[in-house]
């Protein structure tokens, strides 16, 4: 994926009330960043924000967190957001890798949405959904992990649905012909990309119990 720069990429981040700068002095009370008990729904990957910004607006009654590593792609979402006021979303600029030294047992579910398929064999573990991933998320989530994830990539779903099977995640439901608008549920860019042009759109949920 080619990354166009935007100007004052880091100015428009500064200046957003949407970021999270000091994200790791919350770890383990987030609940202070929204200042209330609403669960916590994060996305990896939140790309240009449609998403996330459309699911914030539409369920008021859950805080939602975008986490993104390029300061480009954010400032285009936060662009979006000029004139918005939307106090259940927040953004944190940060590697995923990293995700376990912001968040402790606090986050209810986790969207997944057309991450970089990384197709070669070699680079397998760079996948959101590579064993280095799944125990990540498992120091994050509070009682049961709930992953969504949405993909054009056949392979990155079959690679993920036995990364979750092999490390005891139940398979909630599967689609090869996803449509977000009849399931209740918010399109992302990509998703309308693909369904403009045909292409059919890959959903998965699984679930996980945590261990008390």
């Given amino acids: 994926m080619r990354i166009r720069n935007v100007k004052n990429a880091k100015e428009i981040i500064e200046d957003s009330n949407y970021i999270i700068d000091n994200y790791r002095d919350y770890r383990g009370r987030f609940k202070d960043v929204f200042h209330n008990n609403k669960p916590i729904y994060l996305e990896i990957g939140m790309g240009k924000g449609?998403?996330?910004?459309?699911?914030?607006?539409?369920?008021?009654?859950?805080?939602?967190?975008?986490?993104?590593k390029y300061d480009s792609i954010v400032a285009k979402a936060l662009l979006k957001l000029k004139d918005c006021n939307i106090p259940n979303l927040k953004?944190?600029?940060?590697?995923?890798?990293?995700l376990d030294e912001v968040f402790d047992k606090e986050i209810s579910r986790l969207y997944l949405n057309f991450s970089d398929p990384w197709p070669k064999k070699?680079?397998?573990k760079r996948?959101?959904?590579?064993?280095?991933?799944?125990?990540?998320?498992?120091?994050?989530?509070?009682?049961?992990?709930?992953?969504?994830?949405?993909?054009?990539?056949?392979?990155?779903?079959?690679?993920s649905i036995i990364n979750f099977s092999e490390n005891g995640y139940i398979i909630k439901e599967i689609s090869l012909d996803w449509d977000s608008n009849l399931n209740g549920g918010v399109e992302t860019e990509y998703e309308r990309k693909f369904k403009e042009m045909g292409v059919a759109v890959n959903y998965l949920r699984v679930e996980k119990k945590m261990n008390k």
């Fill in 50 to 68: 449609d998403f996330l910004i459309g699911m914030a607006k539409k369920y008021l009654d859950i805080n939602f967190i975008g986490v993104e």
């Fill in 91 to 98: 953004i944190i600029v940060i590697d995923a890798l990293e």
């Fill in 122 to 124: 070699r680079h397998a």
């Fill in 127 to 159: 996948r959101l959904t590579s064993p280095i991933f799944l125990k990540i998320y498992e120091k994050i989530f509070a009682k049961e992990i709930v992953i969504e994830q949405k993909t054009d990539n056949i392979h990155l779903l079959e690679s």
